[in-house]
């Protein structure tokens, strides 16, 4: 699971504990970036003075964006030699920014499934043909930080590019509540490892 904007890997790594999935390994990757307000939060990329979390196609050719997706894709294309586990048995998440990153990265490889909590799509996707990787997206409507456009937006991205979305907005803010985690483990229950 990828963390969000302003947050490190310890911030979302406390969620395992909560989630009833005792076969799964976790494994919280930390952005590459440190966060200009805080010491210990780190980012993926910045973000622009005018950015307002809706698809832009410039966001494509942002330095630290390509960097961190470099990093990324080389990271999970080792996973498989380090846990065994290849990434049609692999489900990546993300929380916010790390939403964002995981349909960045998780639309390019061949994951079981993705999850997007409070995320967004930050540049519209190239892609050749459909992912076969169910994707879920939790939004709260009361979002004071990614509003739900954003999420809706990226939603309707997904559905035209032919990908298969379990789609919910929940009366919440930019947040993870218990009962995201419940969706969580029903809709991981319920991927097809192919």
């Known amino acids: 699971m990828l963390h969000g904007w302003g947050a490190n890997a310890q911030d979302v790594a406390?969620?395992?504990?909560?989630?009833?999935?005792?076969?799964y390994q976790f494994i919280f990757p930390e952005a590459p970036f440190p966060h200009p307000y805080s010491t210990t939060g780190k980012k993926w990329y910045g973000f622009p003075d005018d950015y307002d979390f809706r698809s832009r196609d410039d966001f494509q050719t942002k330095v630290d964006l390509l960097q961190s997706r470099q990093q990324l894709i080389d990271w999970l294309g080792s996973l498989e030699g380090?846990?065994?586990i290849?990434?049609?048995h692999t489900v990546l998440a993300g929380f916010s920014q790390g939403g964002a990153?995981?349909?960045d990265v998780g639309l390019r490889l061949p994951f079981a499934a993705l999850m997007v909590l409070s995320g967004y799509l930050h540049a519209p996707l190239q892609l050749e043909t459909p992912p076969k990787s169910p994707v879920l997206m939790v939004h709260g409507t009361l979002d004071n930080v990614v509003p739900i456009t954003a999420a809706r937006q990226a939603r309707d991205f997904l559905i035209a590019a032919g990908v298969n979305v379990d789609y919910q907005e929940l009366v919440m803010g930019h947040e993870i509540q218990p009962i995201i985690l419940q969706i969580v483990q029903s809709f991981i229950g319920k991927v097809p490892l192919f």
């Open 14 to 23: 406390a969620l395992a504990s909560y989630v009833n999935l005792p076969e």
């Open 82 to 84: 380090e846990t065994g």
């Open 86 to 88: 290849p990434l049609s």
């Open 101 to 103: 990153m995981t349909l």
